[in-house]
């Protein structure tokens, strides 16, 4: 609506003249005239005193439909909410899918590398040096040698390099040569599968 018209259709409410109304604004009723013809506007002053003789806001008085205006706001606001909401669900499932996929992938690695290792065996070796007895025992994947755990007496930990070994095979053998290069002896005894 056109704000001249508004102030007409306002004035007629109130039950105002032009004449009246132009003596409570304090301008001529020439000026209401204009006003009411869209020749001219009032100011924000006079604008403001219309809107209080009327007792509307000056949005309703000069047309503006602000109801307009919050629901777009208010529907912007909810699509803001609503890409937060999902951003937020994405993130916890993010944050929730990931460790599980780790530690589902890392078990997974882990089982068919035991697979492909073979059977867990065991093979102790206990050796003589300089009229000693010394003893060390492997747990081992069969087709590699990888040692999944070993222990024994700490000389031979200490001494003889075990460490150095890349497999059960070598560490037996590492052992083998350190004791008869001392003059000493060894003897392994047989593998056998172990129960993981």
Not at 14 to 30: D, I, K, T, Y
Not at 105 to 113: D, E, P, T
Not at 137 to 162: C, M, P, Q, R
Request: proline share 2%; aromatic share 8%.
């Amino acid at each position: 609506m056109e704000f001249g018209k508004s102030i007409t259709k306002f004035r007629k409410k109130c039950g105002l003249s032009q004449e009246r109304l132009a003596e409570e604004v304090g301008v001529a009723r020439q000026t209401i005239s204009k006003w009411e013809l869209g020749e001219t506007a009032p100011d924000l002053k006079q604008a403001k005193a219309l809107s209080e003789i009327f007792k509307v806001s000056l949005d309703e008085l000069t047309g503006n439909d602000i109801k307009d205006v919050l629901i777009a706001k208010t529907s912007n606001t909810e699509k803001l909410a609503g890409i937060i909401l999902k951003l937020l669900k994405f993130a916890i499932a993010f944050m929730i899918i990931v460790p599980i996929v780790l530690v589902a992938a890392r078990l997974i690695i882990k089982h068919n590398y035991a697979q492909r290792s073979g059977r867990l065996m065991n093979v102790s070796i206990q050796c003589t040096i300089h009229d000693k007895e010394y003893g060390y025992e492997f747990n081992y994947y069969e087709s590699t040698g990888d040692i999944k755990e070993a222990g024994g007496d700490a000389y031979l930990a200490n001494n003889v390099g075990i460490t150095d070994a890349d497999n059960a095979y070598a560490a037996i053998d590492i052992i083998d040569a350190y004791a008869k290069d001392r003059g000493g002896s060894c003897e392994k005894t047989e593998s056998k599968p172990v129960e993981e």
